[in-house]
């Protein structure tokens, strides 16, 4: 029975770490910020941010070929439009970090945006702030260093 006990504990221990290393959390809500009016935005499908405590500090990988598309002003030219459907937020660099009177913790961090499929490769430099209280992960605002006029908002949620 002590083996048992044993052999339980360390499945939960390894089960805990695994999960505080990986988070796939899916977009609830969006907004875009164009000529300083916030609108809802309307995608096609669910756009999902994956976060790992192994990368950097402030990195994700998104999916949804909607958002990314329209966040990348559909510049790149692929030869594979599969191409857009996940994105790489890569090299972040922590900017600032505040936190509001409800405790949420905003830190912002510029990095560069991967898109790479087996012959395509497009990058552009973003600007990303996550949006978290207690650990958890409320939301991301995000948009193009070189173009703040059109800002993306998410609230989202972890998958259960």
């Given at each position: 029975?002590?083996?048992?006990?044993?052999?339980?504990?360390?499945?939960?221990?390894?089960?805990?770490?695994?999960?505080?290393?990986?988070?796939?959390?899916?977009?609830?809500?969006?907004?875009?910020?164009?000529?300083?009016?916030?609108?809802?935005?309307?995608?096609?499908?669910?756009?999902?941010?994956?976060?790992?405590?192994?990368?950097?500090?402030?990195?994700?990988?998104?999916?949804?070929?909607?958002?990314?598309?329209?966040?990348?002003?559909?510049?790149?030219?692929?030869?594979?439009?599969?191409?857009?459907?996940?994105?790489?937020?890569?090299?972040?660099r922590k900017v600032s970090v505040t936190t509001d009177k409800q405790g949420v913790v905003n830190s912002?961090?510029?990095?560069?945006?991967?898109?790479?499929?087996?012959?395509?490769?497009?990058?552009?430099?973003?600007?990303?702030?996550?949006?978290?209280?207690?650990?958890?992960?409320?939301?991301?605002?995000?948009?193009?260093?070189?173009?703040?006029?059109?800002?993306?908002?998410?609230?989202?949620?972890?998958?259960?």
């Amino acid at each position: 029975m002590k083996h048992y006990y044993t052999l339980f504990l360390l499945l939960f221990f390894v089960s805990v770490n695994y999960a505080q290393q990986a988070q796939t959390l899916i977009v609830d809500k969006a907004w875009v910020n164009e000529a300083e009016e916030w609108s809802d935005f309307k995608f096609s499908g669910q756009i999902v941010f994956n976060t790992s405590t192994t990368n950097e500090e402030g990195s994700l990988r998104i999916g949804n070929y909607d958002f990314l598309y329209d966040f990348a002003e559909g510049k790149a030219k692929f030869a594979n439009k599969a191409t857009y459907s996940t994105a790489e937020f890569s090299h972040p660099r922590k900017v600032s970090v505040t936190t509001d009177k409800q405790g949420v913790v905003n830190s912002t961090y510029e990095g560069t945006l991967i898109f790479q499929g087996d012959r395509d490769y497009y990058s552009v430099i973003a600007v990303v702030t996550l949006l978290e209280k207690g650990g958890t992960m409320l939301g991301v605002k995000m948009h193009l260093k070189d173009n703040a006029q059109k800002e993306y908002a998410f609230s989202i949620k972890p998958t259960s």
